[in-house]
């Protein structure tokens, strides 16, 4: 009797300290991805095998990831802080797993562990490792970040993390997803607008070097077809009926499995890039929507969870998720509505992706823990 009594008063005091927002907010996300990822593997001849199994792998996921929610809030990062050098070796170390017998391919991207039983995307889990490594370097010398010594520490940082992944996966896009993460971060520990400014001349001078000597020409032709589409009909084909399918939906759409695009498999993997586009035709503009405003009140509680956080180091790490979700949210739909080349970014919790929905769950269960050690009501400012 006392032993259950003690694991329904810890259950009960974990439910009142946790972020329970956090929690409810993903997991609608996360329910209505679902319906999405139904939609989009729907098919008239094997439906059963196909979104049915899908709904299980990301079903399962979701319980992953609530297991994971969980788990983390109970961590206290502050104690680890210290041993951030270590966490960054074992974050490139864990990239380059990718050139053991471990790193297999998908959809031609060797940028996946084959774990047996499930598959692993190190540069997914490596963004939960570099956001508590970046969170404990700035902390660390926060004294003089906004200095010539700090910059180019942080910055060393964060192009080695970049380099790992790049060098292992050759992934730029979740390359880039590492650099707005750290960007974004800085800026919230104090850096001057006016460095924004010098980044983006430093951006622009570096193009040439980017075109020549880091972009492969798959890339270059992603960048180029949205100037001219004629310029590679095949690689703009999957862009092109994006838009078309989030258009032809209108303001309600064409109804829940209905859309023409979306059940004629016209946009090739549409249950992972392209899954907004699947809302847009089969929901209409008001699904679309649904989608953004669930995700902004997601990355608004984070940022407010680190206007309460009770230290620098804890407020760097809900940015640094907060930052996270909001960058990808909208390269995602830039990337959906044709402002941006496809660069394999998936769309937070919507997506179909075990790793990519267990670690957003994860990034949120990091946040929940800042909420729980936040400082009390009569010590905020």
């Not at 490139?92 to 471990?102: E, H, K, N, S, V």
């Not at 190190?122 to 926060?142: D, N, R, S, V, Y």
Request: hydrophobic fraction near 50%.
């Amino acid at each position: 009797m006392d032993t259950a009594r003690s694991i329904v008063h810890s259950v009960t005091h974990y439910i009142k300290n946790t972020d329970l927002y956090l929690m409810l907010l993903g997991l609608v996300c996360s329910i209505y991805g679902m319906l999405l990822i139904y939609s989009a593997t729907l098919n008239p001849v094997t439906a059963l095998d196909g979104s049915t199994k899908n709904l299980y792998v990301q079903g399962a996921a979701i319980i992953l990831g609530l297991a994971a929610f969980v788990a983390l809030s109970l961590i206290d990062l502050e104690n680890l802080g210290d041993l951030w050098k270590i966490f960054v070796i074992g974050n490139i170390l864990l990239q380059f797993l990718l050139f053991t017998p471990l790193g297999t391919e998908v959809n031609g991207q060797r940028a996946w562990l084959n774990l047996g039983v499930t598959s692993l995307q190190p540069g997914e889990l490596g963004k939960l490792i570099f956001i508590f490594t970046i969170a404990a370097h700035m902390t660390e010398i926060q004294d003089h970040i906004t200095e010539w010594r700090g910059l180019v520490s942080v910055g060393l940082h964060t192009l080695v993390m970049m380099g790992a992944v790049v060098l292992s996966s050759g992934d730029t896009g979740m390359a880039i997803q590492y650099l707005m993460i750290a960007v974004i971060m800085l800026f919230s520990a104090g850096l001057p607008l006016k460095w924004l400014g010098i980044a983006a001349g430093v951006g622009i001078a570096s193009v040439p070097i980017l075109w020549n000597y880091v972009l492969k020409d798959y890339q270059k032709t992603r960048i180029l077809v949205l100037f001219d589409p004629s310029i590679d009909v095949e690689q703009s084909r999957q862009a092109t009926y994006g838009k078309i399918a989030i258009g032809s939906g209108q303001f309600t759409g064409q109804g829940w499995t209905n859309g023409t695009m979306t059940q004629m498999q016209y946009v090739p993997e549409n249950q992972t890039d392209y899954i907004f586009s699947v809302a847009g035709e089969e929901l209409g503009f008001l699904g679309c929507l649904l989608i953004i405003i669930l995700l902004m009140a997601l990355i608004i509680r984070l940022f407010y969870v680190a206007y309460r956080a009770s230290t620098p180091f804890s407020a760097l790490i809900a940015v640094g998720v907060g930052g996270m979700l909001l960058f990808q949210t909208f390269m995602n739909i830039f990337m959906n509505v044709g402002l941006l080349p496809v660069m394999g970014l998936t769309l937070p919790f919507f997506s179909y992706g075990g790793t990519s929905i267990v670690t957003m769950f994860a990034a949120l269960g990091i946040a929940a823990g800042v909420r729980m050690r936040e400082k009390p009501s009569w010590l905020q400012n």
